[in-house]
C-alpha cells in the first residue's frame, strides 16, 4: 500500500488552519496514523485509528477519513507545530508503511 | 516516565556488521511488541523490523530481510538489532519504538542511533 501526502510542504502563519492530505492506494479503513517530526527529534505520535487523539497531544490537532482518503488538521497554527507531518498506515503488510512527509514551515 | 534509550550506532564498512540495543524503562517492557524504524538522511521514515512481546514473533521489512535480526530479553528490559552485511543504504538513523497496541502505532520512541555504512 502507497500513501501519498499532499502537499509535500507549506508555508503558514501562526494561527492559521492547516490541513494535510494523506491518500492511500487502496483502501485501509482507518488503520492511519499521524506523527510529527521536528528536526534532530524522533517522531511523536499525534493521532491513531484516523481520529483518535493520543494523549497529551493539544486539541488543536484533529484527524479525519476513512477508506483511501485522511486529512490532518491543525486548527490554530502555533509556532512550535513548525515541523514535518508523517502519515502511516497500519493495516497491511509491509506493516507501518509511511507517507512521504509535509513540511510546515513560517511564512 | 516511559523511556526508550538506543546505543551501539557507529561507522562500518560495508559488508560489515554491527548490533544496536535499545534499554526500556518506565513501563512494563516484557507487555509490549518492539520495533525499529530508521530514517536515513534527508528521508522519510522507514519500518525496519518488530517483535511482539514474548518474542515469538518476528517481521522484517523486505530490505532487510535474510541481513538483520531483532529480539529481545524481557529480563533486561532490552532489545536488540543485529546488523549483518551492511550496505550504504542501510545509512539511517535508527530509532526504537513503542507498539501501544500491537498493531504498529508507535507510541514512545527514542533518540535513534546513527548507523553510516561506508568505505
Known amino acids: 500500500i502507497q500513501l501519498t501526502q499532499s502537499p509535500s510542504s507549506l508555508s503558514a502563519s501562526v494561527g492559521d488552519r492547516v490541513t494535510i492530505t494523506c491518500r492511500a492506494s487502496?483502501?485501509?479503513?482507518?488503520?492511519l496514523a499521524w506523527y510529527q517530526q521536528k528536526p534532530g527529534k524522533a517522531p511523536n505520535l499525534l493521532i491513531y485509528a484516523a481520529s483518535t487523539l493520543q494523549s497529551g497531544v493539544p486539541s488543536r490537532f484533529s484527524g479525519s477519513g476513512s477508506g483511501t482518503d485522511f486529512t490532518l488538521t491543525i486548527s490554530s497554527l502555533q509556532p512550535e507545530d513548525f515541523a514535518t507531518y508523517y502519515c502511516q498506515q497500519l493495516n497491511s503488510y509491509p506493516p507501518a508503511t509511511f507517507g512521504g512527509g509535509t513540511k510546515v514551515e513560517i511564512k | 516516565e516511559v523511556q526508550v534509550v538506543e546505543s551501539g550506532g557507529g561507522l562500518v564498512k560495508p559488508g560489515g556488521s554491527l548490533r544496536l540495543s535499545c534499554a526500556a524503562s518506565g513501563f512494563t517492557f516484557r507487555s509490549y511488541s518492539m520495533n525499529w524504524v530508521r530514517q536515513a538522511p534527508g528521508k522519510g521514515l522507514e519500518w525496519v523490523s518488530s517483535i511482539s512481546s514474548s518474542g515469538s514473533y518476528l517481521y522484517y521489512a523486505d530490505s532487510v530481510k535474510g541481513r538483520f535480526t531483532i529480539s529481545r530479553d524481557n529480563a533486561k528490559n532490552s532489545l536488540y538489532l543485529e546488523m549483518n552485511s551492511l550496505r550504504a543504504e542501510d545509512t539511517a538513523v535508527y530509532y526504537c519504538?513503542?507498539?501501544?497496541?500491537?498493531?504498529?502505532?508507535?507510541?514512545?520512541w527514542g533518540q535513534g542511533t546513527q548507523v553510516a555504512v561506508s568505505s
Open positions: 519504538a513503542r507498539d501501544l497496541s500491537g498493531i504498529y502505532i508507535f507510541d514512545s
Open positions: 487502496q483502501g485501509i479503513g482507518s488503520y
